[in-house]
Each structure stands twice: as structure tokens, then as C-alpha cells.
């Protein structure tokens, strides 16, 4: 068994990736061999259907889905608004992006989503498409996530990020069903937050360009902004160590690193502490901070 990151930025840090995926094909030796990259996520900017975080990716859809295609990586579009109407359906951005990436590559792209109601259309409009249940349904009782990964309609399932120590109960799962848990690894929201689904919806609602206030984090850490030495101390914070020696034995395979709101020097650390070997992890930042057609931010 491998350990298999979803990762952030499709569009997003596009520029980052095509810097990046030559090393780590290229010097294979740099990185863990008990993990692979399975995905890359996002959404372009101004996206209607994006929900968990807007978008504000420049790239070119063309230019990504070659990129994936190159290196045999599944293309993900963060589809996740939670609030769409019938008629949000018809958008052409949208439904342009599925077709060509429904048919961008030998390895099937997917949707991450909230809507049920997109959920139905995209399954029948794009049937060459796979489907994640996102992060931003909030799912924080067990039974809630049990019940979504006995849904066949989707290949992975993303429980919110405070049932990920929920050990002995995940264990407990069947087989068929830890296979599709996608675990949200390095989430650096307040463990306690009461707010989390008002916050996603306020996204959903600018994204739908409704009228309407930005969502005040009610954290005592709002103003530290995203810190990944503070996801690292989270409870709810997935490490290596812990992938290796608890989540893997256990059966689990699959884990999202956040992060699409982040600048792309951030993204780099994220790669460095997840993939690299600590022996190489200055030579990747030297590639990556060397490469002049890169502006890291």
C-alpha cells in the first residue's frame, strides 16, 4: 500500500507544478517511496460552482489538463458550492471545463462536491467523471460519514477534519469503505469552531455573486492568518509519521493536503514536508527557488 496526497492548486499553482513534477519524476530517489501524488485540485477564478475556497487560478484549462496528462495525475475540480439553483446549472464556464476534462486523459478526472442537485446533473452530462463527497458538508458525527461512504456515487468521501482521531471508529470500518476515506490532513481552522459550514456558504454565496457580508472568523487565532506550525499542533492534524504508522496499517490510503487560498511558497513546504525526504529537501527548494520562470509568493 502507498499513501496517496490529493493535492491543492490545479490552477492555482500551476506554475509551481510545472516546476515540480519534473523533479519528482526525475529524481524519484529525492522523494518517499511509500507515497504517490493520486490528485491536483482547484478551480479557476470567477468559477460559480467552486464553494470551500474561491478560486483564483490563472492558468489555462488546456494548459493544466495537458500538465496532468503528462504526469498521469487525476484532475480534480473543486466544485463545492453548496448553494446552487436549477438555473446555476446551465453555467457555460462550468460545463465547458467538464468536458474537457472529462475526456483530458487516460486517468479519469473528477468533481469534488457539496450539491446533490449537481451531483445528479454532472452524473448524467458527464458520466466519464468521478465523484468526491467535499470537506465543506461539515460531516462531524459518524454516523453522518458512514452513511455518505455507503453512497455508491461517490469514490472518496472527505469527513470533516475533527473526526480524523476518531481511531477506533474509522478502524472499525469495512474494508470497502476505508478505501474511499479521504482524510483532511493539515487544516488549521480552530478545532472548536462552530461556524465552519456558514463559512464555506459565505464563499458559495460570493462565488454565486450574491450581495452579501464577509464571514467574520470567530477564532481566537483569525488574525495569525494560516500558519502551518500552527496546523501542526491542531488535534486534528495528520503527519508522515502518523500516516505511516497508524493510517496505512489500519487500511487508510488517501489524504488531502489544503491549501488553495495559500500562497505557492507555502504549497512548496506542504510538497517538502509530505513528499521529500528531509536528506533533499534543501536540493528541491534550491530547483524550485532557482528556476527564474517561478515568482513564489
Not at 83 to 107: I, K, Q, W
Not at 128 to 148: A, D, I, P, W
Not at 265 to 288: D, G, K, M, N, Q
Request: hydrophobic share 35%; proline share 5%.
Amino acid at each position: 500500500m502507498q499513501a496517496v496526497y490529493h493535492l491543492p492548486g490545479l490552477f492555482e499553482f500551476h506554475e509551481l507544478y510545472r516546476v515540480f513534477l519534473p523533479l519528482y519524476r526525475g529524481h524519484r530517489d529525492w522523494f518517499y517511496d511509500w507515497c504517490t501524488i493520486g490528485s491536483v485540485y482547484g478551480a479557476p477564478a470567477g468559477c460559480r460552482w467552486d464553494g470551500g475556497r474561491a478560486g483564483f487560478g490563472e492558468a489555462s484549462p488546456e494548459e493544466t489538463a495537458e500538465l496532468m496528462r503528462a504526469y498521469g495525475i487525476s484532475a480534480r475540480l473543486t466544485f463545492s458550492n453548496s448553494l446552487l439553483r436549477e438555473g446555476d446549472l446551465s453555467d457555460p464556464a462550468c460545463n465547458r471545463l467538464c468536458a474537457l476534462f472529462e475526456h483530458y486523459g487516460p486517468v479519469p478526472a473528477g468533481v469534488i462536491l457539496t450539491s446533490d442537485l449537481l451531483l445528479d446533473y454532472l452524473r448524467r452530462e458527464y458520466p466519464g467523471l468521478y465523484f468526491v463527497s467535499s470537506t465543506t458538508k461539515v460531516l462531524t458525527r459518524f454516523r453522518e460519514l458512514e452513511e455518505e461512504l455507503e453512497r455508491p456515487e461517490f469514490r472518496y468521501v472527505v469527513p470533516d477534519f475533527r473526526l480524523n482521531k476518531a481511531l477506533d471508529r474509522l478502524m472499525s470500518l469495512p474494508e470497502e469503505l476505508k478505501d474511499k476515506v479521504e482524510f483532511l490532513c493539515n487544516e488549521a481552522c480552530w478545532f472548536e469552531c462552530p461556524d465552519r459550514k456558514a463559512c464555506y456558504e459565505n464563499v458559495s454565496r460570493k462565488n454565486l455573486g450574491l450581495d452579501c457580508e464577509d464571514h467574520v472568523c470567530a477564532s481566537p487565532y483569525a488574525e495569525r492568518g494560516y500558519r502551518f506550525s500552527d496546523a501542526m499542533e491542531n488535534p486534528g492534524f495528520i503527519g508522515i509519521r502518523e500516516i505511516r504508522d497508524a493510517y496505512m496499517p489500519g487500511g487508510f490510503s488517501h489524504f488531502k493536503i489544503e491549501g488553495r487560498s495559500l500562497g505557492s511558497a507555502v504549497i512548496l513546504e506542504f510538497l517538502l514536508y509530505y513528499l521529500t525526504r528531509p536528506e533533499y529537501r534543501l536540493r528541491v527548494r534550491e530547483e524550485i527557488y532557482l528556476d527564474s520562470s517561478l515568482d513564489l509568493f
